[in-house]
């Protein structure tokens, strides 16, 4: 048998990769693209934050008279200042081993009885890590390479990458017009499917080899960042001193880092005569992922230290971070991050089902007499990783209306629902034809997302605000799609089936 | 259409993949850790900024190469050399 | 923050005039939308439309945004626009062309508001 050519080769990687790797890649790319909007999900997971004009003065006045309150003692404090995207003011005080937070409202102070629920950041750690801490995020890695593989092999198999590249004939065979669907999809989405995977794994490649660290830091994880970041700390005296109010601080601060540009601080040692103040600009007007900060002493109100320049080398790498995370851009960037993450993972998902449907036309006999059996577990793993995992993630929200507020361990439910609920679109695809699997899932995910409004309405009466309010919409608006896509499969299906009792 | 002659084949080229590659990758930060005249910190973000590369190069060679022993065998001799190089580097500075 | 959908809204109404012209000016597509060929005269000048068009979508990028966030948004921009012109095509052929009008309109109302506002 000759050795395949370098165009076979390739189109077999990208076939069986692309399958068995986009079990992973889809949920992954679905998630990360809900997580575009992490902050207006988190805003929706805890509706009894409600949205107000906050100017940073004022926060910081109520965010300091609070800590003054329950803070005493704890040698760390922290405050998040309140954002067009995050309206309420954090505070968290402790020590390094534990920590307490609260939310306060950014005018008066009032603390929110916010609900205990990880928020939109669950989204953010599953694409990131699956939930898995460190193996999570070293296989994430591979399958971002795996991915990085396919859409290179990809392009190598697209013979007529130029002429096709705006042709889809929906009217075409099944195979012809899935093929087509997959291959626009893909090209025309390469610049942002190259970008996000690529800087993706970059974010995550120490994880999986830890070669850099080894060499040059003995292992130590924090090492680079800590050669980066400049720290202007000094060591607790032990002896007290009073907090003098931080407002002056803050004017200080938003000279160097600009006004309204304070992200977060953090408070050493506060009662203490060596007590620091450090004020973080935030991330959202820069490529680079990369907080400037300027840190005072808290007593005698010098500026210890400041960092406003960085090493190019860093700096380029923290863009790519930034890339990837879209602080950046305002809401026309997080739209078109948003939507070119659902084309992505409908490239892929089209990708698998196009697998499912060159074979049911002419079967490939890959794996002997089990070949019928392995294509059926494929058509069901196909179901639950696109439908199911939009169900899935649907469920997570309406979890978050439907536990009561004050469950113990609630935001561990939520997770739980989210899982709860994949694993059983994986039994329902298990036992249902692949139609029925495709038309039943789609339409509860469909369901499951456009009445999410009224779940929203009904677990949390009150007044909406804007962002709770686009959330509710664009689930109404892509619910909608998702049943569209339903009743359409089920068309398909049916037409197929009758040709063939025919 | 079968393209590998068995799936052992297949596995060899898998496991060449993931572990030849990532031997020459580690290798790969072995050798620039011991000649680029940057500071350890400069090295560590440049060398998260360009190891997808390698990685991704050794993928596609696991399985574009004509055999899996030929992918074996250029990942490992990659490997060997950039420690080499590694190597030298260290002991000249 | 309000501006700066404008400027978005005229890059996409841009790049996608240039996907248009990029497009109609291949026989294949040109074809599909009018249903008669394409001359190789009126194929050259759709073409170099189309090249226009998607560079000029630089522009309120760059305005809305600078320079390095704005060849980001410019090139996710390009994309979007050819994404949409694709299934305009496939599924209403008509309305492709429709859609290069309200590209039009839209970018004459940023460059009035440029005019006139700033």
Known sequence: MKAPTFTQSMSWLHTWSGLLFGWLLVPIFFTGTLAVFEPEISHWM??????????????????????????????????????????????????????????????????????????????????????????????????????????????????????????????????????????????????????????????????????????????KAGGPRGDVVRSFERRPAGVAAPLPSLAPLLQEAETVLGAGHVGWIGIRAPGDREATVQFMRHLDDRLGAVADHITFAAVSGWELGRQTEWNPVAYAFRTQVGLHLVHFGGYPAQWLYFLSGLAGTAMMAVGLVLFT?????????????????????????????????????????????????????????????????????????????????????????????????????????????????????????????????????????????????A | MRIYQSWTQVLSRVLAAGLGGYAAAWALVFALGGWLPLAR??????????????????????????SAARAWGWLLALAALLAGLGYLGKVLS | MNISWLHAAASLGLAYLGMLGLCLGMARHYRQRYHHPLTPGRGRVLRLAGWSGCLL??????????????????????????????????????????????????????????????
């Open chain 1, 46 to 219: 805890r509706p009894e934050i409600r949205h107000a004009p906050a100017e940073p003065a004022r926060a910081l006045a109520v965010a300091e008279a609070r800590l003054r309150q329950v803070g005493e003692g704890a040698p760390i404090w922290r405050v998040q200042m309140p954002s067009s995207r995050q309206p309420a003011v954090g505070i968290v005080w402790g020590s390094r081993e534990q920590t307490r937070e609260e939310v306060l409202h950014p005018l008066s102070g009032e603390v929110l009885p916010v609900r205990a629920t990880e928020g939109g950041h669950f989204f953010t750690h599953f694409h990131a890590e699956l939930d898995a801490g460190k193996v999570g995020r070293a296989i994430v890695c591979l399958v971002g390479l795996v991915m990085l593989a396919a859409l290179i092999n990809g392009i190598v198999v697209h013979k007529k990458i130029f002429q096709d590249f705006f042709t889809f004939r929906p009217q075409s065979s099944a195979q012809r017009s899935w093929l087509d669907a997959h291959n626009v999809l893909g090209v025309l989405g390469l610049p942002f499917l190259l970008l996000i995977t690529y800087t993706g794994v970059v974010i995550l490649v120490d994880s999986y080899l830890p070669a850099a660290t080894y060499h040059f830091y003995d292992g």
């Open chain 1, 357 to 501: 449907i060159k074979r049911r036309k002419r079967p490939g006999h890959e794996f002997g007499t089990a070949t019928a059996r392995v294509y059926g577990a494929i058509e069901s793993l196909n179901v639950a990783t696109v439908a199911g995992v939009m169900l899935a993630s649907a469920a997570f929200l309406w979890a978050n209306r439907l536990l009561p507020a004050d469950l113990a361990e609630r935001a561990a439910w939520e997770i739980g629902a989210f899982f709860a609920v994949w694993a059983l679109t994986l039994v329902h695809a298990g036992l249902r034809a692949p139609g029925a699997a495709w038309r039943g899932q789609f339409y509860a995910a469909g369901l499951a997302w456009a009445l999410l409004p009224l779940c929203d309405v009904a677990g949390a009466p009150g007044l909406l605000d804007a962002m709770r309010l686009g959330v509710d919409l664009t689930a109404l608006v892509g619910g909608l799609a998702l049943v569209y896509l339903g009743w359409r499969v089920s068309r398909r299906f049916a037409a197929a089936a009758a040709k063939e009792a």
């Open chain 2, 41 to 66: 910190v400069s090295l560590w973000f440049l060398m998260g900024q360009i190891l997808p590369v390698p990685l991704l190069l050794a993928l596609l060679w696991a399985f574009a190469a004509s």
């Open chain 3, 57 to 118: 979508a630089l522009a309120p990028c760059l305005a809305g945004w600078g320079a390095a966030q704005g060849v980001v948004l410019w090139i996710g921009l390009l994309s979007a626009a050819a994404t949409g012109l694709v299934f305009l095509l496939a599924w209403r052929p008509p309305w492709c062309t429709r859609g290069g009008a309200l590209a039009v309109l839209t970018v004459l109302a940023w460059l009035g508001s440029l005019a006139f506002g700033g």
